[in-house]
C-alpha cells in the first residue's frame, strides 16, 4: 500500500479527526470541532494518507521546538490498525527534524505503554498514563 505522511495542516480531513477524537477516543470525547481546529492551528500535524491522499491516521505534537514536546491524539482508523501504521506513523514522528533534537519528547496513553516502550519511551515515576523519552546527557 502507498503511504504517506505530510506536516501540511491544509490537506488534514478536520471532519474526519474530529469525528475519531471524540466519538472513538476515550481521551477527546468532549472535545468540539472548534477545539480541535484551533488545537491543529497551534501544533505540528502528521497526517497519514492512503494513496491519493485518503487520510487513515492523525497525530499532533505541541512543543516549544528546543527542550519539550508532547505527542497528542495520536491515532490509525480502527478499519487500518494492525497493519504497521501506527509504527509507522510514530517513526516519522520521532525522526521529523524538529523533534528528533528535542531533549524531552513525552505523551499519556491508558492502554499502550508496550508500544511506546519500544521506541525509547518509560513511565514516568507512579503515573499510569505519563511516558516520556529524555534525550538529555545530564552526565
Not at 28 to 46: D, G, N, P
Not at 47 to 62: C, E, N, P, S, T
Amino acid at each position: 500500500m502507498n503511504i504517506s505522511i505530510s506536516t501540511d495542516n491544509d490537506q488534514l480531513d478536520i471532519g474526519m479527526i474530529h469525528t475519531y477524537l471524540s466519538e472513538n477516543s476515550y481521551w477527546a470525547s468532549s472535545r468540539s470541532r472548534t477545539e480541535v481546529e484551533l488545537s491543529i492551528k497551534y501544533s505540528i500535524c502528521f497526517g497519514m494518507y492512503l494513496g491519493d491522499k485518503h487520510q487513515i491516521g492523525f497525530a499532533r505534537v505541541v512543543t516549544d521546538r528546543i527542550i519539550f514536546a508532547y505527542l497528542m491524539d495520536i491515532f490509525v482508523l480502527d478499519a487500518y490498525q494492525n497493519r504497521g501504521f501506527g509504527k509507522k506513523l510514530i517513526e516519522f514522528i520521532l525522526h521529523h527534524e524538529i523533534i528528533d533534537k528535542l531533549k524531552t519528547v513525552a505523551l499519556k496513553t491508558k492502554d499502550a505503554h508496550g508500544f511506546y516502550e519500544k521506541y525509547g519511551f518509560e513511565k514516568i515515576g507512579n503515573s499510569p498514563l505519563w511516558m516520556a523519552k529524555d534525550n538529555q546527557d545530564i552526565g
